[in-house]
């Protein structure tokens, strides 16, 4: 989800889900102890409670990452080794590190031995040629030594010939591995991720699942990312589209006098409405606006009228 979920999208994120976990995109070690801090850490208060997650491959370098994530006032710390995407393989990190179970024990002993809060690793089931089998619940039995908790994403990635978003597809899924992990180790807390995009798939995995980690399904559909955690929080009433623009008309309106251009948030309100009427009109309306309005946060008003007289979305409409 890396340039996906930055504090603009969270914050939505927040409003539709009051009770989850948000993870922050990753961030490479090297960049926050080199880069600007203030613009790769900052959150605002309203984000919380918020994980950041890294990559990286060096230990002492991850357990200085971590530390500057628990005093910036992160919850968790999780180690991205998951991510099959260019930019991380050339920093021999990622997805490629699934092949050096004892060096991720590493990174995350030096990283849970900086900090006082939860180092948590995300996962596949291995890379290539490697046969899930053996390398996923191998990869598990070493780094389980130092982390009690998996977010694992339920297929290989194919570093070779395969582009990220190919390994979003392909190879199939095999969520029957991940639920044989939480079966045999009963001790760890075992998250399902990967091609969760209805809710009666989450509402499964959440019967033999510590959670679910939802990503780009959350991002293009928000209410689908609602009714997600209202399957675990029943009592929550999810905003409408009305509600939500209204709660974020201020925290814009604060982003436009700092000098932030309204599309910051506008690019991430895309999936707000889908299959509704109004829809396209409202997307569209927010595109032209932020480009012709660069920093007046009524135009969020404004592309509501392409909705207003429609009902609030229905989880079926979403789910199609």
Request: hydrophobic fraction near 45%; charge should be neutral.
């Amino acid at each position: 989800m890396m340039d996906w979920t930055d504090r603009y999208c969270r914050r939505i994120l927040r409003l539709l889900a009051p009770e989850a976990l948000v993870y922050t995109e990753m961030v490479t070690a090297m960049a926050l102890l080199h880069g600007d801090r203030s613009r790769l850490l900052d959150f605002d208060a309203m984000e919380q409670p918020l994980a950041l997650q890294v990559g990286g491959s060096e230990p002492k370098i991850l357990a200085q990452a971590a530390r500057l994530g628990e005093e910036w006032g992160y919850r968790e710390i999780n180690l991205n080794v998951g991510c099959p995407s260019d930019r991380v393989q050339s920093g021999a990190f990622g997805a490629c590190l699934m092949r050096e179970p004892q060096l991720v024990r590493d990174c995350v002993a030096a990283m849970a031995e900086a900090v006082s809060i939860p180092v948590t690793v995300k996962c596949r089931l291995g890379i290539d040629e490697q046969r899930e089998e053996d390398t996923f619940f191998e990869f598990v039995d070493q780094v389980s030594a130092v982390c009690q908790v998996f977010i694992v994403h339920a297929r290989k990635a194919w570093l070779k010939g395969l582009s990220p978003k190919q390994n979003r597809d392909v190879p199939p899924l095999r969520y029957e591995l991940v639920q044989q992990l939480k079966q045999q180790r009963a001790d760890l807390q075992v998250i399902l991720n990967g091609g969760l995009t209805t809710l009666e798939q989450v509402a499964s995995a959440l019967t033999w699942a510590d959670g679910v980690m939802i990503g780009r399904q959350a991002y293009h559909h928000l209410y689908f990312w609602a009714d997600c955690h209202r399957l675990i929080y029943p009592d929550r009433a999810i905003p409408t589209p009305t509600e939500l623009i209204t709660q974020l008309l201020p925290l814009v309106e604060r982003d436009c006098q700092a000098g932030l251009k309204v599309s910051a948030t506008t690019r991430h309100l895309m999936g707000l409405v889908t299959r509704q009427k109004g829809a396209r009109v409202f997307k569209q309306t927010l595109t032209r606006l932020a480009a012709e309005y660069p920093f007046n946060a009524a135009i969020l008003l404004e592309a509501l009228r392409a909705i207003s007289d429609s009902p609030a979305v229905v989880s079926a409409e979403l789910l199609g």
